[in-house]
């Protein structure tokens, strides 16, 4: 399989005359992937993803009845350093926390509950081995605030 991969990878870049993208971040496309299907099946409602502003990214932003999920993928192909869910500390937290109040500036500040969910995917040999929801995995960061 991953020859295939490497060759098609190869000829695309040679045909468009583009480099292929990293291998990390190939990994990271398939685990959103991933997870977007593993979230709609279980009833969520996938508005945008890799939304882009200037305070970071939002992996996925969803629905969930009426609330609005910010989804945070984390992608890895072994467990070894710890939970993939473990990458997303303090720091990380109140970067989600500022690109999803621009967000919801940018959609007119709906009156919406909100929560924040990681989302783990873990992989072998380049497949989906694992996917794991944790729904509200952590609050909105402080000093922040959503009314």
């Not at 468009?16 to 593993?38: K, S």
């Not at 939002?58 to 939970?83: A, N, Q, Y």
């Not at 929801?133 to 959503?146: D, T, V």
Request: a positive charge.
């Amino acid at each position: 399989m991953k020859t295939i991969l490497f060759w098609w990878a190869h000829w695309r870049s040679r045909l468009t005359g583009r480099r292929p993208p990293a291998v990390h971040l190939q990994r990271g496309a398939l685990g959103e992937r991933a997870a977007r299907r593993h979230l709609e099946k279980a009833g969520l409602q996938c508005l945008t993803t890799n939304y882009r502003t200037p305070r970071g990214e939002l992996d996925l932003v969803c629905r969930d009845g009426d609330c609005l999920v910010f989804v945070e993928v984390k992608t890895r192909s072994s467990e070894e350093w710890g939970r993939p869910a473990a990458a997303v500390d303090l720091r990380r937290q109140r970067r989600l926390t500022r690109a999803a109040l621009w967000y919801l500036r940018r959609i007119g500040r709906p009156r919406i509950k909100v929560r924040f969910d990681i989302v783990e995917v873990l992989l072998d040999q380049d497949r989906v081995r694992e996917i794991r929801h944790l729904p509200n995995a952590f609050p909105m960061a402080a000093p922040w605030r959503y009314d």
